[in-house]
């Protein structure tokens, strides 16, 4: 058994495990021999992906066809890894809105509060009480670049992301002395289809893979850490201003990627 596995576990939980993000870590914990439980919600997907690593790395896969935003989706996930020596959850799933506050739909900002928020909390206290108890394991949330300040024309989006900031840096602290490591993810824009789902329309950014790989790097070691180069230029260059003038510069951005939206 490697280093990494005594750490994480012979097993790790990978939420969106079928694109973009969640998908780069899927593949990434499976190249350092973790085996991989894959929830998503595209059943068809998720076949095609465990062949895949388990082709490639030589791992187990457990697909579990799940959506987040039904509220049996938690426990069916629960109740499914029961058994399994699991000690790293990476809650990559989650989705944005974007445009006028006033034109996104009531119902669509409830399943994203759901999926990136309510979720989250009950995938750190159900998972992070197993780790517990096995005295070591990994929390990956993903954060943003968007948590540090409000984001007009992306604002419930941006409130989601600041809630899973704060989240983290607090379950960071209570978790260490259990030996559980907990780290926030906060890239700025990232090419992974969450620009097409949010209907925004990107002109550049970072690679999931350099967001999977630089997170796993920093995991224990870090509590926040912001991947990739343009991710870090563009951080730094709002760190020197305040909140209200890192919200206008935003939205500005925001503006010019959701013109397209009426």
Known sequence: ???????????AVVTG????????FARQLASRGQNVVLVARR????HDVARDLETAYGVKTLGLPRDLSQGDSHENLLEAT?????GLL?????????????????????????????????QCRD??????????????LMSSLLAFQGVPRSTTYAATKAFVQSLAEGLREEFKPLGVA??????????????????????MGVTPAVVAEETIAKLGRSGTVVPGGLSKILTYSLSGLGRRMRTAILGSVMADMTRHVT
């Open 82 to 86: 029961r058994d399994l020596d699991a």
């Open 182 to 203: 907990v780290i926030a993810s906060a890239p700025g824009p990232v090419r992974s289809g969450f620009e097409t789902r949010a209907n925004m329309r990107m002109k």
């Open 43 to 46: 059943e068809e997907l998720l």
């Open 1 to 11: 058994m490697s280093n990494f596995t005594t750490s994480y576990g012979a097993w």
């Open 127 to 140: 998972f992070g009480r197993r780790f517990a108890r096995r005295g070591a394991g990994g929390i990956v």
């Open 17 to 24: 495990a079928t694109s973009g993000i969640g998908l780069e």
């Open 90 to 122: 990476v809650a990559a799933a989650g989705f944005g809105t974007a445009g006028a506050f006033f034109d996104i739909s009531d119902e669509l900002e409830r399943q994203m509060i759901s999926v990136n928020c309510t979720e989250v909390v009950r």
